[in-house]
Every structure is written in structure tokens, then in C-alpha cells.
């Protein structure tokens, strides 16, 4: 990319989209204008609106390090440091999981447990919370009911934490650092919600992985030990101890794990039917499971 004339950025967009194409990555022009739009502090539209001035060389170095490491197959939101979920701009490093689209259908899923206008705060707790993505959609979508997150890691902690003070929920959520549900005692903590987004993969599929998920996202969020199922498995046989009769417990899960889960629910004799939706790519994603009276 080395040549005479200073490059605008309608140029650059237009070589790296090439460039990235060549190195097999989708959605090349997109990522090209993320990460261009990113090293002038503009927005994508603005490459556009001032696409004939043209960038100063400390810019281009800057941009060209970008390229480079998204050859190397880092994602474009580590690169960034941000990624949008639920219309929020969340921080992201590589110590939590870069939220995925699909996950938003499990905040949907579990909106209408909380809209219910009146009547007292209902508790919700989030399992394995990563960047916060799902507790901070929550508490801003509701910021009346009292929210509770939880992680094994103290950096993806600091990392929600941060995420929920950019959005201004922070004061609605207690956070805490645990190994599931080790810091809990039952009978003390009761919830009336659930949710979690926790690692489902099957050790022997992470090699299979794309790279920018292998080499760059961490294992613990993704790996669902050996059949994939061990976080899924725990988390509903113990969730039931801290939901209160008729509460809600919300998953997402692999596209081929339906019949495992409902079996996992079911053998625990505490849940009703769990009720299985889609997500946008029409794939088996979100199980919800209701505590039964006692
Ligand atoms: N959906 C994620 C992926 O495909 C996995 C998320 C998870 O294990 N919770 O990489």
C-alpha cells in the first residue's frame, strides 16, 4: 500500500476491502470502514462525507497496524475495543467473549418477565455475565428491578463493571466473582429470574473453531468441557435451589443441544416443559425453564 499521493479515505476503504478479500475475510468493506472510521475517531457515514480528505501519516500507520492485525486474524472488535449489542456500545478485550447477535434473542426472550408494570422489583440474576452484556441490556431496558452478575474472572468483571457505568446501570447491579454458584447460599439468595449465556462448545469442536474465536477469545467462556454440556448441565441442576416457585430460568445453548437440555431439566424433577426458541438464523438457541411450586 505504499505509493506517492496521500490516500482519502474512500481509497483506503476501497484497497482494504480488496486486501481483506484476499485473505479470505467476510464482510471485508465493513470491516475495512470499522476499523478506518475507528483510527480517525469518526463515524462509517463520515468516510463518505469527507471522503477526499486525506489522511496524515501517523493516521495511516495507525490504520495499516489495524490491518495487520486483522490479517493475523484478530477480530475487528478486539481491534476496536468495542462492539454494539442491544443497541449498546460495550467495551470488549480479550478477557470476555465479544457478545454475539444471537444472544440478544435471549434478552428478548426474558423481557416479559420483567415488564410487568407495579407490583415489587423482581430479582435477577445473571450467571457468567463476561462484558455484561446481557445484565446491562436488561437493567437498561428495566431499570426498576434489582439485578445481581456474577463471573469467574475478576478482569471480565472490570470489564462489565466499566460496560455499566458507560450506560449508567451500574448502581442497579451487585457484582460478585465466582466459580457458578460457590459463593452462594441456598436459602439466603432467592431469584425470581435466571438468565445466562454460558461456554457450550465441545472441547473437541474448539479446534475447529474459527481462528479469530481460537486464538483470540477466551476458552473459558467458550468450552463446554467434553460433551459440551457441563456449564448447562450445573447451572440447572442448581439453579432451582436460589428460584423462588414459578421463576424463570433462561439459556442460551448450542443449535444442537435441545434434546440434551430438556433432558437435563427434566431428570431434575424442578422444572415445567422448557420451552425452546429460535434464533435469527433459525437455529434452536434460547431454553426457558420454569420452576415448579413445590
Ligand atoms: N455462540 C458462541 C460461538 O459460536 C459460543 C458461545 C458460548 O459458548 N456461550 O462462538
Known amino acids: 500500500m505504499d505509493r506517492r499521493a496521500p490516500w482519502t479515505p474512500l481509497e483506503l476503504v476501497r484497497w482494504t476491502a480488496g486486501y481483506f478479500n484476499g485473505h479470505q475475510i467476510e464482510s471485508a468493506r465493513s470491516e475495512a470502514e470499522i476499523l478506518l472510521a475507528h483510527t480517525l475517531g469518526v463515524r462509517r457515514i463520515d468516510l463518505y462525507l469527507n471522503h477526499d480528505q486525506p489522511l496524515c501519516d501517523d493516521e495511516l500507520a495507525r490504520f495499516k497496524s489495524y490491518i495487520k492485525r486483522r490479517v493475523d486474524r484478530e477480530p475487528v472488535a478486539y481491534i476496536t475495543g468495542e462492539r454494539e449489542f442491544w443497541s449498546l456500545e460495550l467495551a470488549v478485550n480479550p478477557s470476555v467473549l465479544i457478545p454475539r447477535p444471537e444472544t440478544e434473542c435471549l434478552v428478548e426472550a426474558v423481557l416479559p418477565f420483567l415488564d410487568a408494570s407495579g407490583g415489587p422489583p423482581k430479582r435477577v440474576l445473571e450467571w457468567g455475565t463476561g462484558?455484561?452484556?446481557?445484565?446491562?441490556?436488561?437493567?437498561?431496558?428495566?431499570?426498576?428491578?434489582?439485578?445481581?452478575?456474577?463471573?469467574?474472572?475478576?478482569?471480565?468483571?472490570?470489564?462489565?463493571?466499566?460496560?455499566?457505568?458507560?450506560?449508567?446501570?451500574?448502581?442497579?447491579?451487585?457484582?460478585?466473582?465466582?466459580?457458578?454458584?460457590?459463593?452462594?447460599?441456598?436459602?439466603?439468595?432467592?431469584?425470581?429470574?435466571?438468565?445466562?449465556?454460558?461456554?457450550?462448545?465441545?472441547?473437541?469442536?474448539?479446534?475447529?473453531?474459527?481462528?479469530?474465536?481460537?486464538?483470540?477469545?477466551?476458552?473459558?467462556?467458550?468450552?463446554?468441557?467434553?460433551?459440551?454440556?457441563?456449564?448447562?448441565?450445573?447451572?440447572?441442576?442448581?439453579?432451582?435451589?436460589?428460584?423462588?416457585?414459578?421463576?424463570?430460568?433462561?439459556?442460551?445453548?448450542?443449535?444442537?443441544?435441545?434434546?440434551?437440555?430438556?433432558?437435563?431439566?427434566?431428570?431434575?424433577?424442578?422444572?415445567?416443559?422448557?420451552?425452546?426458541?429460535?434464533?435469527?438464523?433459525?437455529?434452536?438457541?434460547?431454553?426457558?425453564?420454569?420452576?415448579?411450586?413445590?
Open 131 to 294: 462484558s455484561g452484556a446481557i445484565v446491562i441490556a436488561l437493567a437498561h431496558e428495566h431499570p426498576g428491578h434489582r439485578y445481581t452478575a456474577m463471573d469467574r474472572s475478576v478482569d471480565a468483571l472490570q470489564t462489565a463493571r466499566q460496560n455499566a457505568r458507560t450506560h449508567r446501570v451500574d448502581d442497579r447491579i451487585v457484582w460478585f466473582c465466582s466459580d457458578w454458584d460457590a459463593a452462594l447460599a441456598p436459602g439466603q439468595e432467592t431469584f425470581d429470574l435466571m438468565v445466562s449465556n454460558p461456554p457450550y462448545i465441545r472441547s473437541g469442536d474448539l479446534d475447529g473453531l474459527q481462528a479469530e474465536i481460537r486464538c483470540h477469545e477466551p476458552c473459558m467462556a467458550l468450552d463446554g468441557s467434553g460433551d459440551g454440556l457441563a456449564c448447562l448441565r450445573h447451572i440447572i441442576e442448581v439453579s432451582h435451589r436460589y428460584l423462588l416457585p414459578g421463576g424463570i430460568l433462561a439459556l442460551e445453548m448450542g443449535y444442537d443441544q435441545r434434546s440434551d437440555v430438556q433432558a437435563i431439566a427434566a431428570a431434575t424433577g424442578q422444572y415445567g416443559l422448557p420451552r425452546v426458541l429460535k434464533d435469527y438464523s433459525g437455529h434452536d438457541r434460547v431454553v426457558v425453564m420454569e420452576k415448579l411450586a413445590a
